[in-house]
């Protein structure tokens, strides 16, 4: 009896989330599906036409294109990241006095909201009157230019988003026992000698989550490029989901959009759960 009342007590507890859950996630993803489904506009629906949309999207070279955009934009941010956060939150955990001024600072940028980021961005990377290019002696249009554009967003991403990083690794540090330190320290261990030994196999559970969130975070990017380069110079940044965006609401093929949507969510589930396969078999 008592039993059943308490499966009964967290069925109840759980029953607002999967109503939000269902409502929120689980009908839009099936209405999403079904729609990929059609040859569909933005006002309205047509007719079934099977796996067209999915056929016509593995010859889309523009998709593949943008595919390859966000895999790029995935790799010059989910390392720097990683390492950035790991090394911020080292900085904090060293210097204790000043670890609340410091955790601050860094985690700063992460509150802003991504217009006030992006103007910044802007800013610092001006042609001519940018930080950046004074500091560097050049002037280079980082957004206007076909190599650096995507490095340009990937940089601006990660200054904006590391804080969130830094404070999982902070919280990852905060759990380690010290007397594992002090007794590796009676045996005269230092330095390099107890990150390796202590610190990094108590942050492997960290870095694997860090490391799943952030390539899931980083294949969603949208925001930063259509604000700073709305996909140029020539699509070299437009990702996938900026194709998507283009093709529903300027194109109004919400039927071809949907296949994208759906064949994204299918490569993103893929990649995550790839990576925290590999990165938990190898810890």
């Not at 594992?180 to 870095?207: C, K, M, N, S």
Request: with cysteine; charged share 10%; glycine share 6%.
């Amino acid at each position: 009896m008592r039993r059943r009342t308490e499966t009964l007590s967290a069925m109840l507890l759980l029953l607002p989330f999967m109503a939000a859950w269902v409502l929120f996630f689980l009908v839009p993803a099936c209405q999403t599906l079904y729609l990929s489904l059609t040859e569909s506009s933005l006002t309205r629906t047509s007719g079934m036409v099977g796996l067209d949309n999915y056929a016509m999207l593995v010859r889309d070279p523009a998709f593949w294109s943008s595919l390859g955009n966000t895999f790029r934009f995935a790799l010059l941010t989910v390392i720097p990241l990683t390492i950035l956060g790991l090394a911020m939150a080292l900085l904090v955990d060293r210097f204790s006095k000043a670890g609340a001024w410091l955790q601050g600072a860094f985690f700063l940028p992460y509150v802003l909201p991504i217009s006030v980021m992006t103007l910044i961005a802007d800013w610092m990377l001006h042609p001519s009157l940018g930080i950046v290019n004074q500091l560097l002696g050049i002037r280079r249009a980082w957004f206007g230019d076909v190599v650096w554009a995507m490095p340009a967003v990937a940089m601006a991403t990660v200054w904006w988003t590391v804080g969130f990083n830094m404070l999982m690794f902070v919280a990852g540090l905060r759990n380690i026992p010290r007397e594992q330190y002090e007794a590796a320290a009676l045996d005269g261990a230092r330095g390099w000698t107890l990150f390796r030994h202590i610190t990094w196999p108590a942050l492997l559970p960290v870095t694997v989550t860090a490391l799943v969130l952030q390539l899931i975070a980083s294949l969603k990017v949208f925001g930063q490029t259509y604000i700073m380069t709305t996909g140029g110079p020539f699509n070299t940044t437009r990702v996938t989901l900026h194709y998507m965006y283009e093709t529903a609401f300027t194109q109004s093929d919400a039927g071809y959009a949907a296949a994208i949507a759906m064949a994204f969510v299918l490569v993103v589930v893929a990649l995550s759960l790839l990576q925290g396969w590999l990165l938990r078999r190898r810890a």
